[in-house]
């Protein structure tokens, strides 16, 4: 193994967690204290890395929440920090991009030399040739979105053709395309029996899992269709549930609180608590 | 009339122009002169639009060129210029968002708040719901990605269930989506005939067509299939084709002489010369 593959599988057992913490830092939810501060986005961030850096696999910033008001310095800085204090933890940038070849190559530049994130989050609809830019950096990983944990994310995803829905060619072409042993698969933890689906067609291929906690997946049934043999493959993402589960001054150290929860339910409900 | 499909209406009559010029500054790809100046896109870009607005219908920014190397700053500046001195050009953001509602409504503020963009192109993979926060802005354009210009567009987006192309499934649902009058879809230059059997699907509905120039889709078949009765109804992209026309420091006269070439040619070809 190497690359993003390796970095994920470090991180899997040395912290002992398959809990990803998103940073989708929404400027109104911050505490006022921090509100008013020349970074809050940043410093908000900050404060949570350090409070659930112990429980986590991986961080997950979600692009959205900064490009929204301007922040792409305190994006970079988050990214910068987590790298310098928490060296073995990936970061997955969520930013689920997609365009034709040309303009590929600028979105993975920007994942990956301007944000130096190890790995993106891409949409699959505009076709493989549209993907193969990001796949080509092959010490990053690229997650795709195969079957997403928001209610109409039926809409296409099931449209089924001949014995298949549409999420499982886009994992069977995944499994095609991964020739650099560099991709993933986004699955909503909304769907549990799906992410068995998709399972079955992708091996041990890592699949990174929205949709516990707001979203209401559950945990068990994610970890029964998804984990693999040796009890990883997968990157739990948790956002707002931990973000948010404070709300005052005090909001890192409950934040912490509120990952070591879901971690220590993780680790019990996937029989890994031998391995603590 | 009102909103979105109101001001690109009157930009077609007014300008007597299909014509968008895509804004896609690649940094390498500048002259020295300007590549050595301190806001280069942003001064290219002021050269094109002065040099190509005559013969413009719109003008669509590619937002990856500049989220690449940390440039929002000029693209902010870029359709900023536009709205001070060609009011009546709108401007199509291509940024292909998606993602879960919350996150949608933080990109539906990227591209309308923070760059005041007036329409700006999605991505349906995920679902009807993902899109709705940007339907929301009932006053902005929102062009839905359905088949492509590149080459493996046809990879999942010619899935075909029952007797429907996943591409048809995607117009047929905008068709249902716009209740506010105010969705678009892209088809890519590239496959004609299938921008004639989006068109029977979504009537009058504005459709954004990447494809002509670099990528070699043919300009009097786009016409033949794409047409409204009132010989509008197509916004036809260009922008590699013309923005490296030249490349020496007289790049913006030759991009304006390519653009009014362009230009002419889809008004003879449309039948629209009487009306110049």
Not at 194 to 205: C, E, N, Q
Request: proline fraction near 4%; charge should be positive.
């Amino acid at each position: 193994m190497k690359g993003f593959y390796k970095k994920l599988a470090v991180s899997w057992k040395n912290q002992n967690s398959l809990l990803c913490i998103g940073l989708d830092p929404d400027l109104e939810r911050l505490p006022e204290t921090i509100r008013k501060g020349k970074a809050p986005l940043f410093e908000f961030n900050r404060e949570i890395i350090d409070a659930t850096a112990l429980w986590a696999c991986a961080f997950k910033p979600q692009i959205a929440y900064y490009a929204a008001i301007g922040a792409e310095a305190q994006l970079e800085k988050t990214i910068e920090y987590i790298h310098t204090h928490y060296p073995l933890l990936p970061v997955v940038l969520d930013a689920k991009r997609g365009d034709i070849g040309s303009t590929a190559r600028k979105y993975a530049q920007e994942a990956f030399q301007r944000y130096q994130a190890d790995a993106v989050t891409v949409n699959p609809y505009m076709g493989g040739d549209t993907l193969q830019p990001f796949f080509e950096h092959e010490d990053k990983g690229v997650f795709i979105l195969c079957r997403t944990s928001n209610p109409g994310s039926g809409d296409f995803q099931e449209m089924k053709s001949g014995q298949h829905f549409l999420y499982e060619q886009v994992a069977q072409r995944a499994m095609k395309w991964n020739v650099r042993n560099n991709i993933g698969l986004v699955a909503g933890a909304t769907f549990p029996e799906v992410i068995g689906r998709i399972r079955k067609i992708v091996g041990d291929m890592p699949l990174l899992i929205p949709g516990i906690g707001k979203q209401g997946g559950d945990i068990r049934e994610v970890l029964r269709n998804g984990l693999n043999a040796d009890k990883t493959g997968l990157v739990i993402n948790v956002s707002r549930a931990i973000l948010y589960s404070g709300g005052g001054r005090d909001f890192a150290a409950v934040a912490g609180d509120r990952a070591r929860e879901i971690c220590l339910g993780i680790r019990e409900h996937a029989g890994r608590l031998e391995s603590v």
